[in-house]
């Protein structure tokens, strides 16, 4: 079975007939997903957290259609408006995450950083969340006594958002219930 090359429901699907960026202005919030090679463990049932990842994205998508901006981030960062993340590969590259994160910001989208933590640069990447003084959520998605844990409870504290630990290995339908509260909630 071929997989679609446009989710249902993402911003491109919604922007037939339109530009990318005209669609992009109806979406609330932007997921910006770490896709580096530790997104490849094992996560739960024979599942890898990518697997758990793009599942919840793709309900997501359509039952939001258009109101999600979806990004991915390992080696550099970038907008998916096709609605399908890329397979995971490379180093966390946090800091071209933040970087995007700013950009999406500046249109009025609330933002929200899913990782399991452990970027390449721990300590540039909070001097750059200080330096620009970035506001958005975090989940993490890897086990909670890790130190990837530890790194993205400090990231959220200079981003002055709020910190949701989403273990897929535990529960990946966590995930899911918490962007649906950020996205019925707005906030």
């Known amino acids: 079975m071929t997989k679609a090359l446009v989710a249902k429901g993402s911003i491109q699907e919604m922007s037939i007939g339109m530009d990318n960026a005209v669609a992009l202005m109806d979406a609330t919030i932007a997921l910006v997903c770490d896709r580096s090679s530790s997104m490849l463990e094992d996560a739960r049932n024979g599942n890898k957290r990518f697997e758990l990842e793009d599942e919840i ?61 452990e970027p390449n640069d721990e300590q540039g990447t909070l001097a750059y969340a200080v330096q620009t003084q970035l506001n958005f959520d975090v989940i993490f998605v890897g086990p909670e006594t890790s130190n990837g844990a530890v790194f993205m409870r400090k990231l959220c504290n200079v ?29």
């Open 159 to 187: 981003a002055k958002g709020a910190f949701h630990v989403n273990d897929l290995a535990k529960d990946a339908a966590l995930l899911e219930q918490t962007i649906v509260l950020m996205l019925e909630s707005g906030k």
């Open 57 to 117: 994205v793709e309900r997501l998508q359509v039952r939001y259609p258009g109101k999600i901006a979806l990004a991915s981030f390992s080696d550099y960062a970038e907008l998916q408006p096709s609605g399908i993340l890329p397979y995971p590969q490379g180093m966390t590259d946090m800091i071209a995450a933040l970087n995007l994160i700013e950009q999406l910001s500046l249109v009025g989208l609330k933002c929200v950083l899913i990782s399991d933590g």
